[in-house]
DNA sequence: AATTGAAACAACCGCCTTCGG
DNA sequence: GCCGAAGGCGGTTGTTTCAAT
């Protein structure tokens, strides 16, 4: 037995709202308001809609100030710091924005931000592979050379002393005098952790020891070492899962906000015990700032680190945020 | 000029929370 | 404390618009 619907679906009209419709709920609200209760609204002015199909409309098109569309630099980076933080409480971010709509912000964020965050992530990340491309190519090619050298050395050697075996460097023991210098972790291949390790996991101090321990073993893809992107490890409760299609950033950028999204929590204290996360003390967590910087611009994300809570919080009541 | 695919936007759906009886 | 109605919210879908071919 399903829920009882809000309203009787057969006459009830759907689909885009005419001027009349709208003029109708426009005038009634301005003049007499909702009466508290939005499911009666229709019956009363004469329309043939839904009270819910009633309330967005009003809220997200009739109501006076809202603004569409024209988003500014300063709306883009408020809505990418604040969804960096709290994730899509898309209701919260509006109310930072007045005159913006949880919809519209929704929308732009979907069809917009998304892609430009993450368009702004993948050219960093790919000048930086780039860069450890080419490192990586001159030190093969100063091994190779290297390499040629000994090995012609190593004949004229066997030449000279025709009773011993050639004295070659075997590929184990060549590794062994001459250990491949790897500056960045980005180039290395982590397929030694699970699927389900995340960009947090990789962060924890001890994943790091642990991945240093194996940054011997293997050399290959930069990007496998990003995780899945439904969250399979992850001790985060539900991490939104925004970045569908964008495999290679999908999971850092969710489990960022993941992490943020914590740290946002813990800070207001809000207890976590029934979500199954676990916070992290502060000796184990990666810092604020650290997991800031690798999604978002630093200066930024500083401007809105100290100013978020006390704004979040002053919002409504003390629905997302327990008040200190 | 017609077609097609992507992007943008509007609206709906269903779940969760709140509130009043 | 329980239950149902209504409100609120985020995710998703449907429609329209626009650009590329």
Known sequence: MGRAP??????????????????????????????GNWIALPQKIGLKRCGKSCRLR?????????????????????????????????????????????NDIKNYWNTRLKKKLLGK????????????AQAQARRVSNMK?????????????????????PNYWTA??????????????SIMNYDHLNNETSFTNLLHPTTIVDMNMNMNMN????????????????NCDHPPQIFEGFEIFSSDLSELVCVNQQQMEAFYGID????????????????????NSLVYSPNLVSDYEGSIPQDVATFEDSRYFKMQ
Request: a negative charge; aromatic letters at 6%.
């Open 172 to 185: 184990a023991e060549y590794s062994v005098h001459h250990p491949i210098q790897v500056s960045n972790s």
């Open 6 to 35: 809000c309203c009787d679906k057969a006459n009830v009209k759907k689909g885009p709202w005419s001027p009349e419709e709208d003029s109708k709920l426009k005038s009634y609200i301005e003049q007499k308001g909702t009466g």
């Open 58 to 102: 009003w809220l997200n098109y009739l109501r006076p100030n809202i603004k569409h569309g024209g988003f500014s630099e300063e709306e883009d980076d408020i809505i990418c710091s604040l969804y960096i933080s709290i994730g899509s409480r898309w209701s919260i971010i509006a109310a930072q924005l007045p005159g913006r709509t949880d």
């Open 272 to 291: 976590q015990s029934n979500g199954g996360s676990t916070i992290t003390t502060s000796t184990e967590s990666t810092s604020w700032g650290d997991m």
């Open 219 to 234: 050399m290959t893809n930069p990007l496998s070492m990003v995780s899945d992107t439904n969250n399979g490890g992850s």
């Open 145 to 165: 050379q290297e390499m040629k050298r000994e090995t012609n050395h190593n004949l004229m050697i066997s030449s000279c002393m025709s009773t011993q075996a």
């Open 121 to 132: 992530q993948r050219k960093e990340q790919h000048a930086q592979a780039q860069a450890q």
